[in-house]
């Protein structure tokens, strides 16, 4: 199916052929006809479908006849975050612009002057966050009685982050006659009971399995302890062909600390977290998009909803802790039908997070063990694989892990007895529970130590023991 066969405005037309675009993804090519139609549609699918542009089309091609009032939009959009409410405005403008459409854009980081005067100009497309609607409401600022069409992008996401409250007062807000686009990645019991309420007879549109992952997205895992993840991150980037990248980190503190590494060693390198505010965020976006920075750090505030084409790889320095936030991570590449790839870096720690990602995704990730990985480090997923002891050394096993449990206990004892300043030794390590006194150090690097076994250290006993008298 061609874009020119659904039945859009030709001035629309026009647009999508100047953006390059000539055959719609499979959630536009069954959504647009039945939004075109009137009628209410619930969408599934997962990040980088193109699921925008699947009601940003049919909307525009609807709004072409008739105008906005002052403060009574004729449409809303409600975007969980800032970036993508910025996004949708950005789909409007190229696809609208052979309209004389208008649009309003509430977000907080923006002053409300400027918002109002937009809203008092007269808005076709109103494109908000809830907060931010909702003060402006409060204010008398907009009315909704006018709505024609309403859409709730990202449903999932505005769950996770508390809207789902703001959401329904803004629901009654509005007529009840109205069409309504709902869109979620993902379909949890209370996303079920909202399409219930909100909708009316919808066509349902699901285009991916929930919780699936691109099959134009390659997936590794690499094993690496901590304390080389840098060293491996930067070799990846010497090593693999990087248009440009997304690295995620889990905490806010780790995306700065990478973020000066990274342009301490002449990497171009810019961050996105959720304590910048907008102008800074915007700023941060565009040199990331128009190449003045090839690598974009940022917390999962970014993994849901960034619109950035042509992203060649997706790096999880840390790997996520929520599996379905490592799904909307990898989806930042691999998108509009281009080839991906998303690299974890994972350490012995991660495993059970590793586990939880397969197990949801359905499918095993391909591991490599990192050249900074030693040979004598071990991940949970290598350690399940390899074989268990026999049964007859299961007595020796014990009893070694005993005797190793007491010389360890001698041990911290005595790191503890140091640090209070005692010139006492443990009592455990001598006969008869006598104290005597501390001997001079003496240099056992000669090999110079006492012949007795020690039990539970092996060849590895602190130098302090061997020499500790009888």
């Known amino acids: 199916m061609k874009f020119d066969e659904l039945g859009l405005a030709p001035e629309i037309m026009t647009a999508i052929n100047d953006a390059g675009y000539t055959t719609p993804t499979p959630i536009q090519a069954e959504a647009i006809p039945h939004v075109i139609a009137g009628r209410d549609v619930l969408g599934i699918a997962q990040t980088g479908t193109g699921k925008t542009a699947s009601f940003t089309l049919p909307m525009i ?10 403060r009574m939009p004729r449409t809303l959009i409600l975007e969980p975050t800032r970036e993508l409410a910025a996004q949708v405005a950005d789909n409007f403008d190229v696809y609208g612009k052979n309209t004389k459409l208008t649009k309003a854009l509430l977000i907080g980081g923006v002053s409300f002057g400027d918002q109002e005067k937009a809203i008092m100009r007269g808005a076709d497309v109103l494109i908000a966050t809830p907060g931010r609607l909702l003060d402006h409401v409060e204010r008398g600022g907009v009315l909704l009685r006018g709505v024609e069409v309403l859409v709730i992008d990202e449903a999932d996401r505005m769950l996770d982050m508390g809207f789902i409250p703001d959401i329904e007062r803004i629901v009654k807000l509005l007529p009840f006659t109205r069409q309504t686009l709902f869109f979620s990645a993902t379909m949890p019991p209370e996303i079920t009971r909202l399409t219930q309420q909100f909708l009316s007879a919808p066509a349902r549109v699901e285009v991916a399995p929930p919780s699936s992952t691109n099959d134009n997205v390659s997936q590794r895992l690499i094993s690496v302890p901590k304390t080389q993840k840098l060293k ?12 440009n990248g997304i690295i995620f980190c889990n905490r806010k503190r780790d995306i700065g600390d990478l973020l000066n590494a990274l342009q301490k060693s002449g ?4 961050s996105l977290h959720g304590d910048m505010d907008q102008h800074m965020r915007l700023k941060m976006l565009d040199k990331f998009k128009g190449g003045e920075a090839t690598y974009l750090i940022a917390s999962d505030v970014a993994a849901r909803g960034l619109d950035i084409p042509a992203v060649s790889h997706v790096f999880n320095y840390d790997v996520p802790t929520h599996a379905e936030d490592y799904v909307h991570r990898i989806g930042r590449t691999g998108r509009a039908g281009r080839k991906g790839a998303a690299i974890t870096l994972f350490s012995k720690e991660d495993g059970k997070y590793i586990d939880a990602i397969e197990k949801l995704i359905n499918r095993k990730i391909d591991v490599v063990k990192s050249n900074d990985t030693p040979d004598d480090v071990t991940t949970d997923k290598e350690e399940k694989a390899a074989s268990k002891p026999h049964r007859k050394n299961d007595g020796d096993k014990k009893g070694n892990e ?6 360890l206990a001698a041990f911290s004892k005595n790191k503890r007895d140091k640090k209070e300043n005692s010139d006492a030794i443990p009592k455990a390590l001598h006969a008869n529970d006598k104290p005597v006194q501390k001997e001079p150090k003496t240099d056992n690097s000669t090999g110079n130590a006492s012949d007795k076994t020690q039990v539970g250290f092996g060849e590895n006993i602190p130098a302090f023991l061997k020499n500790a008298p009888e």
Do not use: I, N, Q, S
């Open 267 to 270: 990497y171009p390198a810019v």
């Open 61 to 70: 091609h609807r709004l072409m006849k008739g105008r906005a009032k002052a």
């Open 402 to 407: 005993k005797g190793e449990r007491k010389g």
């Open 232 to 243: 491996t991150l930067k070799k990846l980037f010497d090593e693999e062909d990087v248009t």
